[in-house]
């Protein structure tokens, strides 16, 4: 298995701009998640879905969206890029239905908007 | 007050030593307890889970939890450089989607 995958690895934005993060798992877990992370700051989750067409805010949703339309993928959708947006972008993924249950981290992507 | 905190660090300790990294947490209807260890950019890596009062052993690491206290830690022995990233406390509630709340992390760095 691959597990979490995402891509790119590196972006750099001009202000103003869109673009995709693109997310894809394939141990069929149902829950994903899109966490940022600051320099010296923890994970602050922007959005999370729990299946298949099901998706809802975290705590940073502004400025994000996101679509669900199978299991495996898991896109995240930046539109008018800020620099406040500059971070590391986390996607992780677990199966869900039980509270031992741990997530697991795709290798982050590296957002720089100038 | 920080649902979960832990003290940012950089924890120092020498090769060979324990280091010991502790976490408390805000909510008290939390059930399950995650050590993540991130080194510099790279992903989140869970090495330890815990989900019930006392310590979980597994090799070097053993993970302590009181819920009576909220607090949670992680003692890792015979400290090594490769051991040297930051550690993200993680905290789970009961309910819900499962939502997961972390810390800010520790800076853990092993002195050869």
Known sequence: NAGVTQTPKFRILKIGQSMTLQCAQDMNHNYMYWYRQDPGMGLKLIYYSVGAGITDKGEVPNGYNVSRSTTEYFPLRLELAAPSQTSVYFCASNLGGASTDTQYFGPGTRLTVL | ?112
Request: charged share 20%; glycine share 10%.
């Open chain 2, 1 to 112: 007050q920080k649902e979960v905190e832990q003290n940012s660090g950089p924890l120092s300790v020498p090769e060979g030593a324990i280091a010991s990294l502790n976490c408390t947490y805000s909510d008290r209807g939390s059930q399950s307890f995650f050590w993540y260890r991130q080194y510099s950019g790279k992903s989140p890596e869970l090495i330890m889970s815990i989900y019930s009062n006392g310590d979980k052993e597994d090799g070097r690491f053993t993970a302590q939890l009181n819920k009576a206290s909220q607090y949670v830690s992680l003692l890792i022995r015979d400290s090594q450089p490769s051991d040297s990233a930051t550690y993200l406390c993680a905290v789970k509630g009961d309910g819900g989607y499962q939502k997961v709340t972390f810390g800010t992390g520790t800076k853990l760095q092993v002195i050869p």
